[in-house]
């Protein structure tokens, strides 16, 4: 061809929202522009200010489609490519970027994306976020009343090695009926029974001396000698 026709749009020169937006609603005629194209155009108008409304209005879409849309601009690289070769569903990409607050969460969801365990895991991280949440209002809760609280055995043993090390001497944990009168003190401490919020569990700090001859309720700070009646910090360090 020598000769194409085209029409020129004198009336768009300088205003760039208005230039994207012509040539979305032109695109969005093609059967091959993918929901990432259409997802960065949304947030290059929404960036230049042209409201929800207004971009639903001009490319005949519903204001909920170009908000969904539009987070995929935000997303990983690696959403992104996923989104593009249809390895993950729009619905799953935004279903897991609701997580990325909780990385641990995330990154373990992230594995999933497009298999057919999906639907249990986001189902089982939602739990998850549940209880977080809860533990941390539990939490507050206790820190309020000037309670020491190791949520964890992990942060349970590295409180053991630094009040150890503090003292000069190996302490031991004494795993208590229930809450103590003086929970105040820097030697007692509060957890979570198997991260359970609505399971307290307190424990008292031992000198050497005290935990000599142990009873059932002397415990480790570490997961792995959970049946170990005592570990000191020495070994914890």
């Not at 519903?62 to 992104?80: C, I």
């Not at 229930?178 to 031992?206: H, N």
Request: glycine share 6%; aromatic share 6%.
């Amino acid at each position: 061809l020598t000769r194409v026709p085209c029409v020129i749009r004198e009336d768009l020169v300088g205003d760039d929202a208005a230039q994207i937006q012509a040539m979305l609603s032109e695109n969005l005629q093609r059967s091959d522009l993918n929901v990432v194209e259409e997802g960065d155009a949304y947030q290059d108008l929404l960036d230049l200010g042209v409201k929800p409304a207004e971009i639903a209005k001009s490319t005949g879409r519903t204001q909920k489609l170009v908000k969904d849309r539009a987070k995929v601009a935000g997303a990983p690289e690696e959403l992104r490519t996923k989104l593009i070769a249809r390895e993950a569903t729009l619905e799953e990409v935004l279903t897991l970027q609701s997580f990325a607050a909780y990385p641990t969460i995330y990154e373990h969801l992230s594995e999933y994306l497009g298999t057919h365990n999906w639907a249990f895991k986001v189902a089982w991280a939602k739990e998850d976020v549940k209880r977080q949440k809860e533990i941390a209002k539990v939490t507050a809760a206790l820190a309020a009343d000037g309670v020491h609280v190791v949520p964890n055995h992990t942060l349970q043993g590295k409180y053991l090695a630094a009040r150890s090390k503090e003292r000069g001497e190996n302490l031991y944990w004494e795993k208590l009926p229930e809450r103590p009168y003086d929970a105040e003190s820097p030697d007692v401490v509060a957890a979570f029974e198997y991260g359970d919020p609505g399971k307290i569990v307190w424990c008292r700090l031992l000198t050497e001396q005290d935990a000599d001859e142990p009873g059932e309720d002397v415990l480790s700070a570490s997961a792995e000698a959970a049946a170990t009646k005592i570990i000191s910090a020495k070994d914890k360090a």
